[in-house]
Nanobody, 114 residues
Framework: QVQLVESGGGLVQAGGSLRLSCAASGRTFSMHDMGWFRQAPGKEREFVATISWSGRSTYYADSKGRFTISRDNAKNTVYLQMNSLKPEDTAVYYC????????WGQGTQVTVSS
């Protein structure tokens, strides 16, 4: 059974940094796209970043330049380094494999205080 387990969320002040991790188990995803979405209270879930199996990354406009997605295929893990965090980055962050119809993690809360 496939499981995606996120970690690394928490409370941080504006301007701070967090690094999210998502460890996958149950199968190997080295040849699959992996990414991050987020959902703020009262809002739709939105795309944050994705990284292809070859390492090509794509970012949501507001996260580009502040967030960096990376992956370690040997560990079946994807990361999201978030710098210069803003209060509007507050959300539950979800790990994803293979897009919206693929696999999802349970989410990790990120709260940025002003």
């Amino acid at each position: 059974q496939v499981q995606l387990v996120e970690s690394g969320g928490g409370l941080v002040q504006a301007g701070g940094s967090l690094r999210l991790s998502c460890a996958a188990s149950g199968r190997t995803f080295s040849m699959h796209d992996m990414g991050w979405f987020r959902q703020a209270p009262g809002k739709e879930r939105e795309f944050v970043a994705t990284i292809s199996w070859s390492g090509r990354s794509t970012y949501y406009a507001d996260s580009k330049g502040r967030f960096t997605i990376s992956r370690d295929n040997a560990k079946n893990t994807v990361y999201l380094q978030m710098n210069s965090l803003k209060p509007e980055d507050t959300a539950v962050y979800y790990c994803n494999v293979n897009g919206p119809s693929g696999y999802w993690g349970q989410g990790t809360q990120v709260t940025v205080s002003s």
